[in-house]
């Protein structure tokens, strides 16, 4: 997963075991969650490459 700088320690491990607990969770209309995969800050340089290609600027938009 990837976390804010800040996050604690403790509260990184909750969020991880909660996320990591849900299994065939209904979500309305969209079907079934059948969970979350743990990932890297670097699964996101696609994103910061084609911002790069498009000329935008991630970190002025929220």
Request: net charge positive; glycine share 6%; charged share 25%.
């Amino acid at each position: 997963m990837v976390w804010r700088k800040s996050l604690d320690a403790e509260t990184k491990q909750k969020v991880a075991a909660a996320l990591a607990d849900i299994k065939d969770l209904p979500w309305g209309d969209q079907g079934v969650l059948n969970g979350f995969a743990p990932t890297t800050d670097q699964a996101y340089d696609v994103v910061r490459q084609t911002a790069k290609v498009l000329k935008l600027d991630l970190g002025s938009m929220k």
